[in-house]
């Protein structure tokens, strides 16, 4: 069993920036990969953001690449997700999730997820 439980959201303007948390806990192995989704209100589930925790490898979804950086802690019990130059189509619950069993971008890979965070971006 992993329990995951996120933080950091809230309401933000266009431009700001927020940094969103997942903390894990339960059994997950050192070569695992978690990732971020979103869903946007009345809207289908987003992949978002994924890292392995074996090499480091990072993927993003083409509408945050180049604006949010996943990360992890030295600890690899945290995941972060830092999101720059937000915008209100970036307005959605955030949800961490993981370990993955397959495709990082299709969100039935991911085992496990988190109750989700809502980040709102207002213009």
């Known amino acids: 069993q992993v329990q995951l439980v996120e933080s950091g959201g809230g309401l933000v303007q266009a431009g700001e920036s927020l940094r969103l948390s997942c903390a894990t806990s339960?059994?997950?192995?050192?070569?695992?990969?978690m990732g971020w989704f979103r869903r946007p209100a009345g809207k289908a589930r987003e992949f978002v953001a994924a890292?392995?925790?074996?090499?480091?490898?990072?993927v993003y979804g083409d509408s945050v690449k180049g604006r949010f950086i996943i990360s992890t802690n030295s600890a690899k019990d945290t995941l972060y997700l830092q999101m720059n130059s937000l915008r209100p189509e970036d307005t959605a619950v955030y949800y961490c999730?993981?370990?993955?069993?397959?495709?990082?971008?299709?969100?039935?890979?991911?085992?496990?997820w988190g109750q989700g965070t809502q980040v709102t971006v207002s213009s």
């Open positions: 999730a993981g370990p993955v069993r397959g495709s990082y971008y299709v969100a039935s890979s991911y085992l496990y």
């Open positions: 890292l392995s925790w074996n090499n480091g490898r990072t």
């Open positions: 339960g059994r997950t192995a050192s070569n695992d990969a």
